[in-house]
């Protein structure tokens, strides 16, 4: 996996001022072209479904966005290089805020570990929002069902930390 690019492939942006004060309900389903697009951003042989989701609430300072991210996709197993199908699922919690509203000094406390992302040109982006948390979701080291790890060196289980001066031991006496 490369990492989250500069721009995702996947956009659907809200309207910060189009979120009625009872929240709004929205469902990402990426299209076809977005879920290859989306797969080789990632390096992912296929991504065979992509869904987002999501409840948009306000809060004092902007937007909480809550739902979730489900996805099936293929992956490369780390051990036999076999490509295999899996699902991700991931829950999503995530506070949106107009940088010019936050305090100018930094938050002490828990929310200083997560700062609301920021409101750009007045919107939010549930696309961006639905590849970030697939990329979370994603095992680096994904492994097929039924296949183990297991090496095995006759030779190897031979050697211990003292093998070497065993070794020397015996060349010293001879």
């Known amino acids: 996996m490369t990492g989250k690019p500069d721009h995702s492939p996947l956009t659907f942006p809200v309207v910060v001022t189009d979120v009625p004060p009872r929240g709004l309900d929205v469902v990402v389903d990426a299209s076809e072209q977005e879920k290859a697009e989306v797969a080789k951003d990632f390096d992912l ?53 107009d940088p010019a509203r936050l305090p100018p000094t930094p938050v002490e406390g828990p929310a200083a570990d997560d700062p609301p992302d920021p409101i750009v040109n007045g919107a939010i982006d549930l696309g961006a929002l639905t590849a970030e948390f697939l990329a979370l979701g994603i095992d680096p080291y994904p492994r097929k069902p039924g296949v183990d790890f297991s090496f095995s060196d006759e030779k190897a289980a031979d050697v211990s930390p003292f093998a070497a001066l065993k070794k020397l031991r015996k060349d010293g006496e001879t």
Do not use: K, N, W, Y
């Open 45 to 97: 042989p296929a991504i065979h479904s992509l869904i987002g989701r999501f409840h948009i609430g306000h809060t004092s300072l902007g937007l909480r966005v809550t739902g979730s991210v489900t996805a099936r996709i293929t992956q490369i197993c780390a051990v036999s290089l076999d490509p295999f199908e899996t699902d991700v699922a991931e829950d999503v919690e995530v506070d949106f805020a």
